[in-house]
């Protein structure tokens, strides 16, 4: 008979808990961490995604207590939460920023606590980061230069592109900055970048640089800062008759003309299998690849959905 087992999941900020139950046999338990902002919905569905993942253990009980940080503060005192107590099995961390510091301070107060990234760095960054710590992580590759090919199937007279970026809630995109440029380069379109400096200020910069740069695509990454604020930048870009490009493909909902990815939850789900091999099968983190899931990826124009392979 197949084993079942218990999943409880803890929100810890604000202070709420939601309990799901289910047969379980007397399994092992295993607490597992997994640090999050609250800022983004979409951050939601990948933790959505976790939960389905972890229904598939048969070996275990697991218990998933989330730690959601409104502020670097408050993120850094979940992270002491989550590694000093030595309470948890595992942890995972959605995104990059997290990722490090989570990563960091472990690394830093002697703990071997096993991580799992989700929305990690590149793949190629996988031995710099698991020579140092116990860690895996789940990305997707953007291939800039091939999402830039299917964008000019569709606006096949496009010269210019910016890019608004945080660049300081999100320093793990420099790479990725760098990147696009070169693509740009390479299709011979101009690239800029403008700062985005918080929801607040949104008006200010962003809306004079469009006005004044008048590209013919507003870009962004999966910054979780911007995605936060979709609607009013998809607003402001319409108001310039600009079209805009998102990283993320609830972007559309928010009124992006495109966006390019794949659903969040499947973050989640390829994140919580992988846990489970390190829970349920005793594999080191450092033995497991980081996932690459931009086979997954397609670009959606409002309402139409095309899917792009990318290989």
């Known amino acids: 008979m197949k084993n079942m087992y218990l999943l409880l999941v803890l929100v810890c900020s604000p202070l709420l808990a939601c309990e799901q139950e289910l047969p379980a046999d007397d399994l092992p338990q295993k607490r597992i961490a997994l640090l999050m902002s609250p800022q983004n919905p979409t951050l939601k569905k990948i933790k959505d995604g976790v939960q389905e993942g972890l229904k598939k253990a048969i070996g275990i009980k697991a218990w998933l207590h989330v730690f959601e940080a409104d502020s670097i503060q408050e993120r850094e005192d979940w992270i002491k939460s989550i590694i000093e107590p030595g309470e948890f099995h595992a942890a995972f961390a959605i995104g990059q920023v997290s990722m490090n510091a989570l990563g960091d301070y472990a690394l830093n107060n ?22 140092r710590y116990p860690i895996t992580w789940v990305t997707e590759e953007r291939q800039y230069g091939k999402q830039l090919d299917k964008l000019l199937e569709k606006e096949p007279n496009i010269k210019s592109i910016l890019l608004v970026h945080d660049c300081e809630g999100s320093p793990g995109n420099t790479s990725a900055v760098q990147d696009l440029r070169k693509a740009c380069t390479e299709k011979f379109l101009d690239f800029e970048v403008v700062k985005f400096e918080g929801a607040n200020k949104l008006g200010g910069r962003v809306t004079t640089r469009i006005k004044e740069a008048k590209p013919d695509i507003v870009m ?26 998102a990283a993320n493909l609830t972007a559309v909902e928010d009124g992006a003309d495109y966006a390019f990815g794949f659903p969040e939850e499947e973050f989640g789900k390829a994140a919580g299998s992988i846990m489970l091999d390190i829970l349920e099968h005793g594999i080191a983190p450092c033995q497991i690849k980081p996932k690459d899931l931009s086979v997954l990826s397609k670009l959606v124009i409002k309402q139409k959905t095309e899917q792009t392979v990318q290989k």
Not at 117 to 127: E, H, K, N
Not at 231 to 239: F, G, R
């Open 110 to 131: 002697g703990s071997k606590l096993p991580i799992v990234g989700i929305g990690g760095p590149s793949r190629s960054l996988a031995q710099r980061y698991q020579e």
């Open 220 to 245: 962004t990454f999966k910054d979780t800062a911007i995605m936060a604020v979709m609607k009013k930048l998809a607003y402001l870009c319409s108001q310039e008759k600009v079209k805009l490009y």
